[in-house]
């Protein structure tokens, strides 16, 4: 039977140096899975990654680091840009983006503001994304950025190559025979259009959510894979 | 064997002790008073939800009725943790439900909600009384509509800033007839309407009514017919703050306002029309909390409100204020405890308002009880922050922005580290910090050697190297939770201060230059951390070993790796090289 102080030691966060301080437990071997690790084992950790003496330690960190390149998977972003800066939380951007629309004209809602996260849905990946269609000014970008974003599940031909193909009038018709992948959005009028009919502004004004689609389920996007489409949103 | 207490008697004595940390003291004491207290304890907060797991908890805490949890990092509230990350409250109320009949509430923070959940909170609970969920996500009205229907005795239902999937108003109509527990309604993040009729209805029946925060479809007219009802408010949030300009609705405001005698906090104010202000001349003495933060009002309308509330403790507002705004401020309201300004504009890099660093130097010199300040501005000088420092050695929080990041100095054009090592110098009691602007190592030195008492640190475009990072990791003995972005911080001071770790809640570095070796190092090493890697553009391991990792986030635990992550986070351990082969075969489950 663990005596109690062993199940005190599981639920208890401590608040010092492993090995320092707690009842008494240093002779103990440890039952949990996460040992304890004793102090001179931290000491280890130190002087394994820095063979020198304290003040060498020092000096090294000193040493500048390089700064790595913009994270943003778009091209290198304009100073307003900058993701997550200045840290304003979304709720507020959002509410202050409409009101300054509501001011200027009545109904253009989303005209102007400076972000819009739609959420997209890949047939096949087990979770949804957002992206900010503020970040991109075309087709080309966002299909990028899509990619690369989804990369790491194989979900066909819908790779940079498949969704640029998209783009190419005459592929499309062998895309949508095809189990190549199909872009899709739900509009403003809650409609599953495909992508890349309307100019670049509007479709950023009017898409609500993505969706990217097997091309087979994709053909004339019938009423019931727009039911199942809406039904997973 | 030393005499001791009967149990019943150390209960009784333990009841006055509320607070966590006392509670947390006695548990310690002995084998007797830790049985005694676990059994006692009502109230458990949990700062990470991913630092221990529900199985632990309701084995050491069989009886608890209130139970308040934190999912994501801050950083989240930025777009900087990608969706899908985790902060799923499911697991808890699961087994919440099995092991909690008796829980009255429940507070989140930052976690991930569904309509199945609140419908398991409502059917699961007969106690409950208390819903917070504040910045939460994953739910519609549809689940809202559950917790309205089956909790007979709701007191208190708080939506925070959450994102909530908006499919109709229809959901507040499920509140029962005989429902008339409410004490407080936060509905603001709301963007449909709900059904007049049966809002006012409910406010009506509800005689404790304190707290209502409509939401902004909720028309200006309609407000006083709620007030009305509620004479008893104590905190008001009300929707639109617009309306075409009538005498009728002006003085039907004005007689609503005039009878809402307890009324000490406003908020809401979307869409102001500056005409209507000064209905509420009548209860600005009494106003304690204001939040202006969604007015768009500009002075003269905006200063000239303000300055009525010379009793104001809590001001949030934009930088429509200006400085002369603050000038006024520091002028009629003594008592201010706490300052925000939010920026009207942030995207903007000129501005349009004149909003600088002497409103702040304003308020620190005129406020004497100011001891939490938000400050979004465009410049900033190292005498201004001096100033403010010698001013306020009494402050607390202090989260200062200049927009444009690495902004030096705007008189000298030097780094503004002698100006936050004057704030951590004079502060002594300083718990949370953010800094902006041009800052190098020196700064995090100041930090390092005078912020003992700093709790919460967020560092962003700052600093040359590691040693900036190692002054704070070694310095700061009262650190929790730092969080860091765009800082050229890699692997040596992490490394090397790899204990200090387990000290703190949490450790966020984004943009960093940490490497993944670092990374696999520090969680093989330290086995009661979970370091988690967040890479979106790919596995760590598809490039060389001193590649940075895109963001690291560092949490002690003692429920060992999580096992809800999304394909793009990568936990570090012993185990790291076969987690691998698995989530490059698609991770799907």
Known sequence: MRSIMGDYEETELRLGLPGAGGGGNEGETSRNSSGKRGFLETVDLNLNLNNSSDGNQVEDMKQKNPIPASTDSAKPPNKAQVVGWPPVRSFRKNVLSVQKNTTATDDNKSGGSSMAFVKVCVDGAPYLRKVDLKMYQSYQQLYDALSKMFSSFTIGNCGSQGLKDFMNESKLIDLLNGSDCVPTYEDKDG???????????????????????KGSEAIGLAPRTVERCKNRG | MAQSFPEDVLEHVFSFLNHDRDRNAVSLVCKSWYDIERLSRRRIFIGNCYAVSPEIVIRRFPDVRAVELKGKPHFADFNLVPEGWGGYVYPWVVSMAGAYPWLEEIK??????????????????????????????????????????????????????????DLSGHWLSHFPDNCTSLVSLNISCLGSEVSFSALERLVARCPNLKTLRLNRAVPLEKLPNLLCRAPQLVELGTGAYSAEIQSDIFSNLSEAFLGCKQLKGLSGFWDVVPAYLPAMYSVCSQITSLNLSYATAQNPDLVQFVSQCGNLQRLWVLDYIEDVGLEALAAACKDLQELRVFPSDPYDAEGNVTLTEQGLVAVSEGCPKLQSVLYFCRQMSNAALVAIARNRPNMIR??????????????????????????????????????????????????????????????????????????????????????????????????????????????????????????????????????????????????????????????????????????????????????FSRATEGHGD
């Open chain 2, 108 to 165: 989140l923070k930052r976690m991930v909600v569904t309509d199945e959940n609140l419908e398991l909170i409502s059917k699961s609970f007969k106690n409950f009384t208390v819903l917070v969920l504040l910045s939460c996500e994953g739910f519609t009205t549809d689940g809202l509509a559950y917790i309205a229907a089956n909790c007979r005795n709701l007191r208190e239902l708080d939506l925070g800033e959450s994102e909530v999937e």
């Open chain 2, 398 to 579: 202090f989260r200062l922005c200049i927009i444009e990041p690495r902004a030096p100095d705007y008189l000298t054009l030097e780094p503004l580290d002698a100006g936050f090592g004057a704030i951590v110098e004079n502060c002594k009691e300083l718990l949370r910090l953010s800094m902006s602007g041009l800052l190098t190592d020196r700064v995090f030195e100041y930090i390092g050697t005078h912020a003992k008492k700093l709790e919460m640190l967020s560092i962003a475009f700052a600093g040359d190297s590691d040693l900036g990072l190692h002054h704070v990791l070694s310095g700061c003995e009262s650190l929790r939770k730092l969080e860091i972005r765009d800082c050229p911080f890699g692997d040596k001071a992490l490394l090397a201060n790899a204990t200090k770790l387990e000290t703190m809640r949490s450790l966020w570095m984004s943009s960093c230059s940490v490497s993944f070796g670092a990374c696999k190092l520090l969680g093989q090493k330290m086995p009661r951390l979970n370091v988690e890697v967040i890479n979106e553009r790919g596995p760590p391991d598809s490039g060389p070993e001193d590649c940075p990792v895109e963001k690291l986030y560092v949490y002690r635990t003692i429920a060992g790796p999580r096992v809800d992550m999304p394909g793009f986070v990568w936990t570090m351990d012993e185990r790291v090289s076969s987690r």
């Open chain 1, 191 to 213: 409609d599953w259009m495909l992508v890349g009919d309307v100019p670049w502004e509007m479709f950023v004004d009017s898409c609500k959510r993505i969706r990217i689609m």
